[in-house]
Protein backbone atom coordinates (compact mmCIF):
# COMPACT_ATOMS: atom_id res chain seq x y z
CA UNK A 1 0.00 0.00 0.00
CA UNK A 2 2.73 2.45 0.42
CA UNK A 3 3.16 3.59 -3.36
CA UNK A 4 6.24 5.92 -2.87
CA UNK A 5 8.00 3.10 -0.56
CA UNK A 6 8.66 5.90 1.84
CA UNK A 7 7.78 3.24 4.57
CA UNK A 8 5.08 6.23 5.35
CA UNK A 9 1.11 5.97 4.53
CA UNK A 10 -0.51 8.90 3.61
CA UNK A 11 -4.17 9.57 3.58
CA UNK A 12 -4.50 8.56 -0.14
CA UNK A 13 -2.42 5.24 1.01
CA UNK A 14 -4.08 4.66 3.95
CA UNK A 15 -7.45 5.23 2.40
CA UNK A 16 -6.15 2.94 -0.50
CA UNK A 17 -5.21 0.22 1.83
CA UNK A 18 -8.75 0.20 3.49
CA UNK A 19 -10.65 0.00 0.00
CA UNK A 20 -8.83 -3.62 -0.10
CA UNK A 21 -11.24 -4.67 3.45
CA UNK A 22 -14.87 -6.49 3.11
CA UNK A 23 -16.29 -4.13 3.45
CA UNK A 24 -14.41 -1.41 2.57
CA UNK A 25 -14.20 1.39 5.12
CA UNK A 26 -16.50 4.66 4.22
CA UNK A 27 -14.42 7.62 3.80
CA UNK A 28 -15.69 9.22 7.71
CA UNK A 29 -14.21 5.71 9.23
CA UNK A 30 -11.02 5.49 7.16
CA UNK A 31 -10.56 9.13 8.40
CA UNK A 32 -11.66 8.49 11.74
CA UNK A 33 -8.95 4.97 11.75
CA UNK A 34 -6.28 7.62 9.94
CA UNK A 35 -6.66 10.03 12.84
CA UNK A 36 -6.31 7.72 15.81
CA UNK A 37 -3.11 5.94 13.53
CA UNK A 38 -1.60 9.56 12.92
CA UNK A 39 -0.20 10.65 16.08
CA UNK A 40 1.88 13.60 15.71
CA UNK A 41 -0.75 14.86 13.15
CA UNK A 42 1.99 15.14 10.13
CA UNK A 43 -0.70 13.91 7.39
CA UNK A 44 1.54 10.37 7.34
CA UNK A 45 0.84 7.12 9.56
CA UNK A 46 4.77 5.65 10.54
CA UNK A 47 5.67 2.22 11.06
CA UNK A 48 5.85 3.64 15.01
CA UNK A 49 2.86 4.94 14.78
CA UNK A 50 1.06 1.97 13.21
CA UNK A 51 2.89 -0.45 15.99
CA UNK A 52 1.74 1.86 18.90
CA UNK A 53 -1.61 1.72 17.63
CA UNK A 54 -2.55 4.81 18.23
CA UNK A 55 -2.17 4.45 21.99
CA UNK A 56 -0.51 7.24 22.59
CA UNK A 57 -3.09 9.77 21.63
CA UNK A 58 -2.57 10.81 25.75
CA UNK A 59 -5.98 13.19 26.28
CA UNK A 60 -8.31 10.28 24.35
CA UNK A 61 -7.20 7.17 25.67
CA UNK A 62 -4.53 7.54 29.04
CA UNK A 63 -7.12 5.80 30.94
CA UNK A 64 -8.00 3.18 28.42
CA UNK A 65 -6.72 -0.13 28.16
CA UNK A 66 -5.08 -1.35 24.90
CA UNK A 67 -8.26 -3.46 24.30
CA UNK A 68 -10.54 -0.74 25.44
CA UNK A 69 -9.43 1.39 22.51
CA UNK A 70 -9.26 -1.36 20.16
CA UNK A 71 -13.10 -1.81 20.91
CA UNK A 72 -13.44 1.82 20.62
CA UNK A 73 -11.84 2.25 17.13
CA UNK A 74 -13.64 -0.82 15.86
CA UNK A 75 -16.77 0.50 17.00
CA UNK A 76 -16.46 3.24 15.03
CA UNK A 77 -14.69 1.33 11.98
CA UNK A 78 -15.42 -2.36 12.21
CA UNK A 79 -13.94 -3.06 8.70
CA UNK A 80 -10.78 -1.90 10.35
CA UNK A 81 -10.11 -5.59 11.67
CA UNK A 82 -9.86 -6.82 8.39
CA UNK A 83 -6.69 -4.60 7.76
CA UNK A 84 -5.08 -5.98 10.79
CA UNK A 85 -6.00 -9.95 9.98
CA UNK A 86 -4.24 -9.41 6.57
CA UNK A 87 -0.77 -8.00 8.04
CA UNK A 88 -0.83 -10.36 10.27
CA UNK A 89 0.74 -13.29 8.29
CA UNK A 90 1.19 -15.76 11.44
CA UNK A 91 -1.94 -14.93 12.68
CA UNK A 92 -0.25 -14.21 16.31
CA UNK A 93 -3.03 -11.44 16.68
CA UNK A 94 -0.15 -8.70 16.44
CA UNK A 95 1.64 -7.12 13.58
CA UNK A 96 5.73 -6.73 13.36
CA UNK A 97 7.46 -4.51 11.33
CA UNK A 98 8.13 -6.69 8.48
CA UNK A 99 4.04 -7.88 8.22
CA UNK A 100 3.74 -3.87 8.16
CA UNK A 101 6.02 -3.10 5.25
CA UNK A 102 5.50 -5.08 1.71
Known amino acids: FDGDKDQ ?9 ATQSFHPPLSRS ?4 AFQSFDINHD ?14 KRSMVSSMTF ?12 GLKDAFDKIDHNR ?3 SNRDEFII
Open 8 to 16: LLNWNEFFA
Open 29 to 32: DADF
Open 43 to 56: GQVSVVEYLDGGIS
Open 67 to 78: GQFRDAVLSHAP
Open 92 to 94: DGA
